[in-house]
């Protein structure tokens, strides 16, 4: 099994992947976040559905509504509670982020892992389907351990 752990704060998905000059690699998100912190924890018009929010302990302490559609920059609204702020959106900065080469250098690792666990999960649905009881029980018993 491959430690998924070490892959935690990798850029969320999706990704929009290009190929630059000279064979570079660039990747993007398309993943909105904080212009501020860079959380990806904010509410926006789309996440709200245009509905009325409010945060008591806020800089923001009446109910406020995102409006839908970019400003006048060209930005998406939004409020970041992690930084108590009405600021506006952009896409996650991923050129950066040293984890997401480690998980492109594992993808091939990762993808041979997908097969085997939906073989796994094949032979034991079929199991499931011609045995019942007790005796399916002692041989799934058998299998996990
Ligand atoms: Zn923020």
């Known amino acids: 099994m491959i430690d998924t752990d070490k892959y935690e704060g ?6 929009i992947v290009t190929r630059a000059q000279k ?3 660039l990747i993007a998100s398309e993943v909105l976040g904080c212009s501020d912190c860079g959380s990806t924890e904010i509410y926006t018009h789309a996440n709200t559905g245009g ?6 302990k806020s800089v ?3 109910p406020f509504t995102i409006d839908e559609g970019k400003n006048q920059w060209g930005d998406y609204d939004m ?8 600021d506006y959106t952009k896409p996650v900065d991923a050129t950066q982020n040293e984890i997401d080469f480690e998980l492109i250098a594992a993808a091939p690792d990762l993808l041979a892992e997908v097969k085997e666990l939906r073989a796994w999960k094949k032979f ?3 199991l499931v389907k ?14 996990i351990e």
């Open 23 to 25: 064979n570079t690699i």
């Open 124 to 126: 034991v649905c079929d």
């Open 79 to 86: 409020y970041c509670p992690s930084c108590d702020l009405m």
């Open 130 to 143: 011609q045995q019942d009881g007790p005796h399916l029980r002692e041989m799934l018993k058998e299998l």
């Open 10 to 15: 990798h850029t969320p998905a999706p990704w």
């Open 51 to 56: 509905k009325e929010i409010q945060f008591p």
């Open 60 to 62: 923001e302490p009446n």
